[in-house]
């Protein structure tokens, strides 16, 4: 009975335990090198005594104002962006949904830049509940162009890719009127976190925070939708109301990150397929290797994008989609990958 246990537990919730906590591991240390790297390289010795002790010099202002806070801002983002991912393939049992594929990033970086072309006085602080919005809305019409989730993948990727679409060229449109503050604009749409600070992230980790502690707490219910809507009417759900809670906690995460960070492509999609390989059991072990995942990602393609081409900065889609790229050539080659989204 011992070795039985024993054998299940090794197998069933260790595992995908032991996992979570070497990526978060591997997520610290890439923060360690993060705060290292740059235009002005700092030893391990430096950064421990300016960690501890700051003391207002060039190499304290360094670390403590621009490197830490803006890869704290990347790892909250790659977090929520694992998380959101999830619960949009969970939701519409597909492998192809994600922020990018769905319209929900589109969506909210169309309303943002709308308000701050056409509605310059509007505080920033109202932008991720305006970019909520446009994600619900862009989300509800790719699910609607998808047959409510339930098409093929195809359906979900040509709505998505559709939707996206429009919102791009309305967005260009707005980018168009907006005069001089082009360039800002242009370097957020490409993603990336140069710059962000302390503010930046206490504006993004409480969307992030609200969207994983709800979905964790909704975990049964994102297993029952797992199996299918009709199992899981049959067990009880009331599909009418948790599909809407699902979609929120997922559009929550991306409303929090696009007003700071931009449309940061591909972790969403990557992020669980990459957790699926570690054969979680569970939507809770997911979810936790989700986001996991997803701030190692986001971080490791901040540290490159800012040092790969000093004194230049890459913008961090452009790696991140070398990353979640060849992911998703697999997902599109595999059969297997697209037959069935979770376990």
Aim: hydrophobic share 55%; aromatic share 8%; with cysteine.
């Amino acid at each position: 009975m011992k070795r039985a246990a024993a054998r299940l537990g090794s197998h069933g919730s260790l595992r995908p335990t032991a996992w979570a906590i070497a990526i978060t591991g591997a997520t610290a240390l890439a923060l360690v090198l993060g705060l290292m790297a740059g235009a002005r390289p700092l030893t391990p010795g430096q950064l421990l005594g300016v960690l501890l002790t700051p003391d207002g010099k060039i190499d304290s202002i360094l670390v403590w104002t621009l490197r830490l806070p803006r890869s704290l801002v990347a790892t909250a983002a790659g977090a929520g962006l694992g998380v959101s991912g999830y619960l949009l393939q969970t939701l519409t049992r597909n492998p192809l949904a994600g922020p990018g594929l769905t319209g929900v990033s589109a969506g909210a970086v169309a309303t943002i830049v709308f308000c701050f072309v056409f509605m310059p006085w509007l505080s920033s602080a109202f932008y991720p509940p305006i970019g909520l919005l446009g994600g619900l809305a862009a989300a509800a019409v790719t699910f609607w162009i998808a047959r409510g989730g339930r098409g093929r993948p195809l359906h979900l990727a040509l709505g998505g890719i559709s939707v996206s679409l429009f919102l791009g060229a309305l967005t260009t449109y707005f980018l168009m009127l907006s005069g001089p503050q082009v360039p800002s604009l242009l370097f957020w749409l490409s993603g990336g976190f140069q710059g962000r600070s302390w503010s930046h992230l206490a504006h993004v980790v409480p969307w992030v925070a609200i969207g994983l502690a709800g979905a964790l707490l909704c975990r049964r219910v994102i297993g029952l939708l797992l199996l299918s809507e009709d199992a899981a009417a049959g067990m009880g759900v009331n599909l009418a109301f948790w599909k809407p809670v699902v979609l929120l906690l997922a559009v929550l995460p991306v409303a929090g990150i696009a007003p700071v960070a931009g449309p940061v492509a591909f972790v969403g999609l990557a992020s669980p397929h990459l957790a699926r390989f570690l054969q979680p059991q569970g939507p809770g072990a997911m979810l936790a290797l989700s986001a996991a995942i997803g701030a190692f990602v986001t971080v490791s393609a901040d540290i490159v994008a800012r040092t790969v081409a000093l004194p230049r900065e890459l913008p961090v889609s452009i790696v991140a989609a070398l990353i979640g790229g060849p992911v998703f050539v697999y997902l599109a080659q595999s059969r297997s990958a697209l037959s069935g989204v979770a376990r």
